[in-house]
């Protein structure tokens, strides 16, 4: 697998969030037929609460495979995103293959971006 990509994410709190990435290795769309996904959000590193995690289960995470691509899209709804909190944290999202290996995709900082509408 490859090493994680570190990216950083901005979520506007009160709005749809979805942010999707095309997965490809020298230009050949990566197979992830019957894998799975996680990903949390926390304050700090080490911090025990959770402030947003998306999943293939809870469908804040959807891996689209087909001949042509294979993404790796997000979402969060509206209703969750006004919930956040107003910070920064950071977030790693792994990838879990079919014989339950895990690799980490991605991993950066989130900033909460502040509603004035609601």
């Given at each position: 697998?490859?090493?994680?990509?570190?990216?950083?994410?901005?979520?506007?709190q009160?709005?749809?969030?979805r942010?999707?990435?095309?997965?490809?290795?020298?230009?050949?769309?990566?197979?992830?037929?019957?894998?799975?996904?996680?990903?949390?959000?926390?304050?700090?590193?080490?911090?025990?609460?959770?402030?947003?995690?998306?999943?293939?289960?809870?469908?804040?995470?959807?891996?689209?495979?087909?001949?042509?691509?294979?993404?790796?899209?997000?979402y969060?709804?509206p209703?969750?995103?006004?919930?956040?909190?107003?910070?920064k944290?950071?977030?790693?999202?792994?990838?879990?293959?079919?014989?339950?290996?895990?690799?980490?995709?991605?991993?950066g900082?989130?900033?909460?971006?502040?509603?004035?509408?609601?």
């Amino acid at each position: 697998m490859i090493a994680p990509q570190e990216i950083d994410l901005t979520i506007y709190q009160g709005a749809t969030y979805r942010k999707s990435w095309d997965l490809a290795s020298n230009d050949t769309p990566m197979d992830l037929t019957g894998w799975t996904a996680r990903m949390q959000i926390r304050e700090k590193l080490k911090s025990d609460v959770v402030l947003q995690e998306l999943t293939t289960e809870n469908d804040g995470i959807v891996i689209d495979v087909t001949a042509e691509y294979t993404r790796l899209s997000l979402y969060i709804n509206p209703a969750d995103t006004a919930s956040l909190p107003v910070k920064k944290g950071v977030y790693d999202l792994e990838l879990i293959d079919v014989n339950g290996d895990v690799a980490r995709l991605l991993m950066g900082k989130v900033v909460i971006d502040q509603e004035v509408t609601r």
